[in-house]
């Protein structure tokens, strides 16, 4: 006998410090992740699925998402202009006397811009305007006389034109006219890059990162040198006002306001459900052991999301807080057994018990995730691998690892209390449940018809992704007042080498030059507007060969006419001879320093799909009207698509949402299936009444409420489905297992459904649209789940 009891507790023993590893390897194993990098993602964009058909579309979203990211503006204000100048100076230099930018920008460098015209100067007999092609096209020799009026007359602007010895027609100085080199309301005073609004004079300046907007590093750096900065500014000077713009901004203030629902979310769920369990059980070590055996599921849970996925997103930390009230129902429900069974209390025997419950109430929950980890959200993809990482673990714990810990018999078990529950059960279940159920039923029912008559939907992107209403108040007067546009939709043209990319780039602007929906665009960027393609720049200096430089006396004696000496003309007549065919080529442009602006444009060598090059053509001035033009021309032109990447997850979440319906009906369905497995056909449909009820009033509620419907709320319908099928499954194995106390088992449903209301009904506090539908869908499931849960179980029976 004594070699058994030795036995049985070095078996105990064993599995403690089983458990003990377990935990202590997953925990280093988080710690040294936040340690070395935090693997926190707070790039709200990487939430979203990829929704474009085409890689390469996918890529130009990155790129053009890692381009922008890199830039922090601020738009110095003041009604006296001196003073806003004096306050971009004053905030430039704390901010690089800070160090934590790469470079800060408030006066620009010296800039020579007669460095353009020289760089485009050889090739000048290739880049006619399109008014000037046009017009030698038709007018050939004839239109010469205007054209060098013009030139004399009618000046192009000295920084951007050539001499007028190398450009007498102007021909290079009007194909400057058309580069988008102008695109915004700045213009050049003292160096500095400032733009006037009424009695308002705002000045720019600029700072580049040192590192990912997205790090935690860089964010808590930059915050930490930009807080201080423009509130020693606002007090040295009051009357100076600064907005801000920056991926970073956003980044930080979302990772901010996730890691405060986090605390919130985490310690008033710990409160709570210690209080409550404390007042039911009157045991602090029930409490200690229920958050042990949870502690460890959320642990391994962030170990194992961070082993899948290398990353954590906003939601998933969030939503994780909010597991804790899911993780301990099983805990709860082995403790009320442990309380009822009073001194024949054996550890095995009760977790042998409790295993079909809990097994159950496991399998309905890992459904309800593995759907929400099939839908291609990778956010929600990780709150699926987190949610079923932890509450396996927890389930295994309790199988094991708790048996293990409570050995002894409890010394007192609250009878009172468990009496109390089973009275209060019988006569609620002789309410609504054997053949009542059906009249209960209609009656929900009938409640239920007319707000799901008065059900709509929204499949608006901003439901997942919002952000800071201050920060997005600021980058909306930066816009204005610069006159740039939000970049959100742009064409990706690809091509198998460069020359094709140019020459489609050509053709789509050609396109977009012409009225789309009876309106204008106020223009576009491309890289082929500094860039002609080959073909173009051969056909431009062709047509000067033919129309002008063919007839070298028309030319000499346009030129004599105009004023200019003989020596000039044949000098421009032998730079066109000497020039060569060669054209202007992308390496080239790409090398110079004032192309840095713009190199966003050119996508290079794809790395995904076919292989090629790709370069990005931003319409500019659409209006929503056109969107639907502009997806429509990509359509019918080789090579070309269009990038519209809120408008696009809008549609994959509609469609989603849709049939998101059609996988809750499934899952539905699949639980039946398994319950009628388990109890019988009856009773199967009995126990998953409830949760289909349940189902049904939260759609109503919506309904009656006015609240548009989106996917998020059929996925939290199908979290409903996995979580409240778990009290009746409760409920029902506790009623017919030998010996039971009911009232124990009612007791730990109720208990269960207050722990899990209270976390994630804290969901519907968050900051994030998303978990406020999540957690304003849970509650009201979960709680009308458990309100009916007696339904699915038999008439109440006598305990022992």
Known sequence: MEAVRSSARTGVWGV?????????????????????????????????????ADPVAEEAIDTLAQAMGERTVFLVTSHDAARAKAGAKQLAQTLAASGAFRNVLAQLPPFDATQIPRFYLPYRFGLLSDADRTALTEGGAAALPGMVAERLFNPVQAGLAAPLADDPFGWLGRWFAGLPLAASNLGLEDGMLVAHQGASTSVLVTAALPGSAYESATQAAVRKATDPALNHLQQAMPDVRVARAGAVFYADAARRASERDVHWIGIVSVCGIALLMLWVFRAPRLVLLGFASTAVGIVCALAVTMLVFGELHLLTLVFGASLIGEAVDYSIQYFVLYLSAGRDWDARRGAREVRPALAVALATSLLGYAILAWVPFPALKQIACFAMAGIATAFASVMSLLPALLVRAPRRAPQHLFAGARALLERWHAAIG???????????VAAAVPGWLRLSSDDDIHLLVQRDPGLAAQERQVRETIGIEDNARFFVVKGATVEQVLERSEALGARLDAPLEGAQLTGWQAVSQFVPSARKQAADRALLAQRVFGTPDTLRATLAQAGFRDDVSAHYAEAFAQAGTAPVTLDAWLATPWSRPYRHLWLGATRAGTPGYAAIVLPLGATPAQ??????????????????????VSRLFGAYRVDSGWWLAVALALVMVLLMVRYGPAAGFAVTLPVLLACGVALAAFGYAGMPLTLFHWLALMLVLGVGAN??????????????????????????????????????????????????????????????????????????
């Open 627 to 648: 969107l639907p033009a502009l997806a429509q021309l990509a359509q019918t032109m080789p090579g070309v698509v269009f990038v519209d990447k809120a408008a696009s």
């Open 434 to 444: 054997g053949r009542r159920a059906w009249l209960v039923t209609a009656l929900v």
């Open 727 to 800: 009290y009746a499954v409760f409920l029902r194995e506790g009623s017919v297992r030998d010996h039971a106390d009911v009232g124990a088992v009612w007791t730990g449903v109720v208990l269960s459904a207050c722990t899990t209301l209270l976390s994630f009904g804290l969901l519907g506090m968050s900051t994030m649209p998303v978990l406020k539908n999540f957690g304003a869908t849970l509650a009201l499931g979960i709680a009308v789940s458990v309100l009916l849960a007696p339904i699915g179980m038999p008439a109440v029976r006598r305990s022992r």
């Open 16 to 52: 403690r410090l089983a458990w003990l590893a377990l935990a202590l390897v997953a925990a280093l194993y988080c710690v040294w992740r936040f340690t070395e990098s935090s693997p926190l993602q707070t790039n709200l964009l990487a939430l979203l699925p990829k929704t474009e």
